[in-house]
């Protein structure tokens, strides 16, 4: 499975209802899953917070305890649910998540109680990952303690995936780690996606053309997603300087071997006492240049789109001659897009 269908996969999990069998509730580790009436002790007390007479809060954990028990909505969904039959500004705010999930901020959980907003929280950052908004979801859930939330399974996994599609790695590793110690207790799809991402993840070397076609991919995201100020130039700058960093030192290299070959081939051409020797068969004829290998010319870089189409093409071919099939077409796909946005 390539990272593209990863995170797709995510997704589609991300979309998935979970069963919460009692048994599956009532299991413990190290971190555990709250049971039921846990998950409705932290509705309650967040309730009991906002200023929610008894009542109100015995309406809502008892609308909650039938959502789980029945299987319509998971824990996150019957949470916000359930608590916006309490908080109509809960209410208003799950209609901009939808609506509008680009203009959430965290901003708008400044009204709702300190117990109140870690669940909340998780909801949303899900909403945002669902519409591959990364940026966007990690500031809800970057200093979420999962046990404060009804869903703690939900946080690291979510948090994780987040990082994950932002090249996050240490975070991606340090919360699937985590979650990954309740194998045999979270849920299956949790479980064999944390796996995948990790097996993804772990590989990935800084300044690496894995780490760079990453880079392009989330960028190529953030343009389909109609992303075009400053940050988004940033990330483009900061891969065409890694591309230039990987080129020279590709150079380098070559212009090393060069020499030593020419070292190579002028100590063994000549015989005893200062004569050439004839010609060997595997010898090339002609090879006697310097060994420089002419400098890979990345035009201006801030005016990529500028430049003429022959000379584009002609720097594209440069920058990818030297890189395997599969990171030449997407570095010359990049570049592509980057000239067409430009325009």
Do not use: C
């Amino acid at each position: 499975m390539n990272r593209t269908s990863l995170i797709a996969f995510a997704l589609i999990i991300a979309n998935a209802v979970p069963s919460y069998g009692a048994d599956e509730l009532k299991r413990e580790a190290s971190w555990s899953i709250p049971s039921l009436d846990q998950m409705s002790a932290i509705l309650a007390d967040g309730l009991a917070q906002q200023g929610m007479d008894s009542t109100a809060v015995e309406v809502a954990t008892t609308q909650f305890r039938q959502r789980i028990l029945s299987g319509d909505q998971d824990v996150l969904g019957a949470y916000v649910a359930s608590a916006s039959s309490a908080i109509p500004a809960i209410a208003e705010l799950s209609v901009r998540v939808a609506r509008e999930p680009a203009s959430i901020t965290t901003d708008a959980m400044v009204t709702f109680a300190e117990a109140l907003r870690p669940s909340i929280e998780v909801w949303i950052a899900r909403s945002l990952i669902q519409k591959r908004l990364y940026d966007e979801a990690i500031p809800f859930v970057q200093s979420t303690n999962p046990v404060l939330t009804v869903d703690p399974a939900a946080t690291m996994f979510y948090r994780a995936a987040s990082s994950h599609a932002l090249i996050n790695k240490d975070q991606v590793i340090a919360d699937l780690e985590k979650l990954l110690e309740n194998e045999s207790t979270i849920p299956v799809r949790f479980a064999r996606t944390a796996q995948l991402m990790l097996a993804d993840i772990k590989p990935l070397k800084k300044d690496s053309l894995d780490e760079i076609s990453r880079m392009m991919d989330d960028v190529g995201r953030r343009l389909e997603l109609g992303r075009m100020g400053e940050p988004v130039a940033k990330k483009e700058q900061e891969i065409i300087d890694k591309l230039s960093k990987m080129i020279d030192q590709i150079e380098q290299q070559q212009q090393q071997q060069q020499q030593q070959q020419q070292q190579q081939q002028s100590g063994g051409s000549e015989s005893q006492g200062g004569q050439p020797q004839g010609m060997q068969d595997s010898q090339i004829a002609g090879a006697n240049g310097v060994g420089d290998v002419d400098k890979k010319d990345l035009g201006d870089r801030n005016g990529w789109g500028n430049l003429p189409p022959a000379e584009r093409q002609e720097a594209l071919q440069q920058i990818s001659r030297d890189l395997p099939t599969h990171y030449r077409e997407a570095i010359e796909a990049y570049f592509r897009k980057m000239a067409t946005e430009s325009k």
